[in-house]
């Protein structure tokens, strides 16, 4: 039995085609974790997008609610001083007829009171 040997060819050949195989492993795998990472980028990104749209989207409503509670205050604040303004108005505009009207019965008491004395 003769053990046979490779020739030295055949190692280097053997070696090289060892080394290509891991360049092309590590390549491969090197490729993979660079789209891996760009994909979770790109999805890391759309979620911030999506969360900062949100936030925006909640601080425009909030604020617009806002505006909207302070303008129905605002109204209601406006209407209740009109009403209030609109009562005393009218209490004044009594008390002037009341006045006129206690002035009237003066002059007509008066009034018939000389009258009956001159009869």
Same mark, same amino acid.
């Given at each position: 039995?003769?053990l046979?040997?490779?020739?030295?060819?055949?190692?280097?050949? !053997?070696?090289?085609?060892?080394?290509?195989?891991?360049?092309?492993? =590590?390549n491969?795998?090197?490729?993979?974790?660079?789209? !891996? =990472?760009?994909?979770?980028?790109?999805?890391?990104?759309s979620?911030h997008?999506?969360?900062s749209?949100?936030?925006?989207?909640?601080?425009?409503? !909030?604020?617009d609610q806002?505006?909207?509670?302070?303008?129905?205050?605002?109204?209601?604040?406006k209407? !209740?001083?009109?009403l209030?303004?609109?009562?005393?108005?009218?209490?004044?505009?009594?008390?002037?007829?009341?006045?006129?009207? /206690?002035?009237?019965q003066t002059?007509? /008491?008066?009034?018939? =009171?000389?009258?009956?004395q001159? =009869?």
């Amino acid at each position: 039995m003769f053990l046979v040997l490779p020739t030295s060819d055949e190692i280097k050949s !053997a070696y090289n085609l060892s080394n290509d195989q891991i360049k092309s492993a =590590h390549n491969l795998a090197s490729d993979d974790i660079k789209s !891996a =990472h760009n994909l979770a980028s790109d999805d890391i990104k759309s979620a911030h997008n999506l969360a900062s749209d949100q936030i925006i989207a909640a601080h425009n409503l !909030a604020s617009d609610q806002i505006k909207a509670a302070h303008n129905l205050a605002s109204d209601e604040i406006k209407s !209740a001083h009109n009403l209030a303004s609109d009562q005393i108005i009218a209490a004044f505009d009594l008390a002037d007829s009341l006045r006129l009207f /206690g002035r009237a019965q003066t002059t007509r /008491g008066r009034t018939l =009171h000389v009258r009956r004395q001159v =009869h």
